[in-house]
């Protein structure tokens, strides 16, 4: 059975072109636009990686990456944070609220397909 | 004459002296005779004794007259010496003695007279000093104020208990925004001499601000200033600059302590809002980008599959455009905002178009020898410019037309375009190509043989605004139009207000630094001491319980024994009633005059406010005092503090007087009346005689509030009941 992947962002731009590339990879990918449906897509479908946007609309990737690590059942569930930021601050809060990796946009798709595939073990 | 006593004695001792000298002298010869012939001598003398006496009294007589005449001289005179000396000593003016007698006996009065005349002549230089001194100080004063009143900024000066000692137009101006009531006393209530500052600013971020200064000056700091933002009830933020006043003298002991604190005030509202412009711009353009960016890598990245299906190619594609246009819009964006939020670093500043186009039809004149008109300006508009670059672009450019294409005359015109305002210089006849305006603008602006590092273009782009040439061809005109900045609504009203009002004197008051009242009861506080709000209404009648109200109030503020005359309250009102005739030809306010004014019950509130912590004096104040307590049940404002009555106060110092009527007193103290009744105009002339009552009052030991209330309650008008 393939590895589901949440990808959390509010852009749909991006979206489409990370739901197209995962999918080509193999993986099961689900969509949120905004935090909040974020996390009601985590606790329904049970993700093994999430693609967190930091900056979303009602609740922000902190906010969702927070929510999910404080959760004792969603304790496999990788985080991958998405930001546009660039400053090592949100960095280093992102690592801090748990997140399990991240990259600044833009950022290479085949090098995005890497650190999926390192976090979930190199099987899609 | 009478003799004096020791004279008399010293002559005493001189007969006896004589007398024991003559008998000694006998009994000599006596026992240097034989028996025989001291016989014959008792036989010779015995029958002429009496001569002997009589000799003996000769001589005592002529010795007496030479004592006396020594007594004169020696004693007499230096009496009298002294005593015109001592009148001297005395002396205010100039005078001299004059000695007679003896040769020391003048030289002493000549000795006297020249001390004398140095004395004189240090006391008139001591004198002039003194009046040196104090012009000097007087000067000083005038200059500080006048410095204060000139600033830009906003300065607030307070004592420990945060009383106000100086202010500046522009922190009134600033502070109203504070106000609860701007439209009826428009922050008066809240800043003016001997007001607290508490009133504006929460106490304790004041104590927490002086408490920082304190540990900056335990610590030894050079100069121990501090710093808070506060926001006003409308929202603006106000930065708040706070330094300790020190003592002059520079003790050891006294290092840490400081009598006041000085507040400088910025508005800070529209830096922040600017910042928060620059911050979004640099939002778009870094996250935004950033965003844009990744959505068109992982697109292209997509399109590069060889094996895509048509429609999500097109999908991928589309993408690529949506972006790439959000990303030039951004762009766009942020070229039109730069040129306001990001460029504009000159210091710019409000100025009344009309004045800038003055100057500058000036300036163009001298310089250029030739006549400058101005066409039409609206007056109206107000500028945000740097106005001496801005000058200097003018006359650059006419010059050039003057030398290189011989033009006769020029015009000046200013109007207002959108949001921004149109200076044109026109000129008639030749007109040139677009390169050589391009040239003129690019070309460092040049005046005779000097030459500057700023270009026409510089001085636009700084004011962020725009010029160009253009034809005219019908009229066979030419002109360079720039476009300009206007200064927001609150620049223009502050603008204004700053150079309507003749902002001087009584802005400061540094006595104040000294007065503390922390802890003592009002009651007996010294008359001379206390804060006063006198004030005077003007009514539709003389009946209040019959319906008559309020029309017209108007109060002035009495501090540290000075009338404010610039810290005053005058307000109409609608009385919401017909205001008879009889009683419009008393005080000239009509029907027409009320319409559109506050009512009471929103008028009172702000007088209220004005008069905080200050004593009330009304000339019969019991008329007053009948209507505002009348209105206390509909208004919900009671006025609980002292009342003073001036009519009853007159009565107390003068209880002979017939009169004790507001014109019969002004006059008795020679006060000018100005606008007699007018509120305004009697609650001054009110003032004046309160500050001539008080010493009069102290003079009769009524020194206190309380023993005034007590004298006023127990003059035969305090019966008269309204």
Redesign the interface.
Known sequence: MSKKILVADD?P??V???E??LK?EGYSVQVARDGKEALDVIARERPDLVLLDV?MPIKTGFEVCQAVRANEGLQGTKILM?T???RDTDVAKGTALGADDYM???????ELVEKVAKLLGGLP | MRLDRRLLLVMAAAGLVMAGWLGATLALLWFTLEPDQRELAGKLLGPRLALLGMSWAVAFALAAAGLRALWRTYVNRPARLLEETRVLLAATGAQQLNARGSREMRALGEAINALAAQRDLLREDMARQVTQASQRVQQEKNRLSALMAELTQSVVVCNLDGRILLYNNRARLQLREFSQMPELVAGAELIGIGRSIYAVFDRQMVAHALENIHQRMVRGAASPSTQFVTTTPSGQLLRVQMAPVRPGKTDADDIDAFSGFVLMLDNVTRNFEQESLRDRLLYGLTEGSRSSLASMQAALDMLGYADIEPEMRERFMRVLREELTAMSGRITDLVQHSTQGLKTRWPLEEMLGSDLVTAARRQIEVYCARSVTVDSVDESLWLKVESFSLLQALTYLSSRLVDEFEVKFMRLRLQAAGPRAQLDLIWTGHAMSTETVMTWEMDPMRFGAESLPLTVRDVVERHGGEMWFERERVRHEAFFRFLLPLATAQERLEATELSQSDSRPEYYDFDLFQTSTQGSELDDQLLSELSYTVFDTETTGLNPSDGDEIIQIGAARIVNGKLLRQETFEQLVDPQRLIPTASSEIHGITQAMVVGKPAIGAVLPALHAFARDTVLVAHNAAFDMKFLQLKEASTGVAFHQPVLDTLLLSAVVHPNQESHQLETLAEGFNITLQGRHTAMGDAIVTAEVWLRLIPLLAAMGIRTLRQARQAAQETYYARLKY
């Open positions: 852009e731009n991006i489409i072109s990370l197209y590339l080509r900056m998405l546009a930021k660039g600044t946009k833009p950022f290479s798709t085949r």
